[in-house]
């Protein structure tokens, strides 16, 4: 397997722009996680999907973003209307599920957005 | 709320040292903890994963022990080595909720 792949791996876009991040995850893996990081706040979780369900969206900053995940192997993030303080690398992992808990969570190679 | 705190935050050492990194959880009642290895403007690669029942996981030079009770963990680095250098992340899953918990990490500089 090629791992979880994201695109685009840098995004440059101007305040108030539409953005959508890509993110498809490992064959198999049922869990689906959106992060971002950032210097001053470190790995903050997002969303995540359990089976292309929305599980727990209560760490999306503002209504501005949102995520969706239409089927097993494709989730995207969008940011709509971008602001320059969106600016951060955001990555999407996946992991397989026991019935009590988490396995290894793989990690993409991240989205460097910036916005200006 | 599980809070996942990592000190130091920075580490320099000269090669060929043993170091240990600290990762401290307050709330116990974790399913595993996940090491991660981040080098500078790349993803996260995972190190060792522990589960609850277990006190230590060893791969290569690296060996991770978990204390639940005391809610710690620790990364064992033996002989360390210039490309060990990067910044080390450790995760907590919990239980019923699916999701991972990071620290802060420590960025790790390793001398030639």
């Known amino acids: 397997d090629a791992g979880v792949i994201q695109s685009p791996r840098h995004e440059v876009t101007e305040m108030g722009q539409e953005v959508t991040l890509r993110c498809k995850p490992i064959?198999?893996?049922?869990?689906l996680f959106w992060y971002r990081q950032t210097m001053m706040r470190g790995l903050e979780l997002l969303i995540y999907f359990n089976n292309n369900v929305p599980i727990d969206d209560s760490g999306m900053p503002e209504d501005r973003f949102s995520a969706k995940m239409p089927n097993a192997s494709f989730s995207t993030l969008k940011i709509q209307p971008s602001e320059p303080r969106d600016s951060a690398v955001y990555f999407c992992?996946?992991?397989?599920?026991?019935?009590?808990?988490?396995?290894?969570?793989?990690f993409g190679q991240g989205t460097r957005l910036t916005v200006v | 709320k599980q809070e996942v705190t990592q000190i130091p935050a920075a580490l320099s050492v000269p090669e060929g040292e043993n170091l240990v990194l600290n990762c401290s959880f307050t709330?116990?009642?974790?399913?595993?903890l996940q090491w991660f290895r981040q080098d500078p403007g790349k993803g996260l690669t995972s190190l060792l994963l522990?589960?609850?029942?277990?006190r230590e996981q060893t791969s290569g030079r690296l060996n991770a022990s978990l204390d639940k009770s005391s809610g710690r963990s620790t990364l064992y680095i033996a002989a360390s080595q210039p490309g060990d250098s990067a910044t080390y992340l450790c995760a907590v899953g919990t239980s019923g909720t699916y999701k991972y918990i990071f620290g802060t990490g420590t960025r790790l500089k390793v001398l030639a």
């Open positions: 709330d116990s009642a974790i399913y595993n």
């Open positions: 064959s198999g893996h049922d869990y």
């Open positions: 992992a996946s992991s397989r599920t026991r019935l009590t808990g988490p396995t290894e969570a793989f």
């Open positions: 522990i589960q609850s029942s277990q």
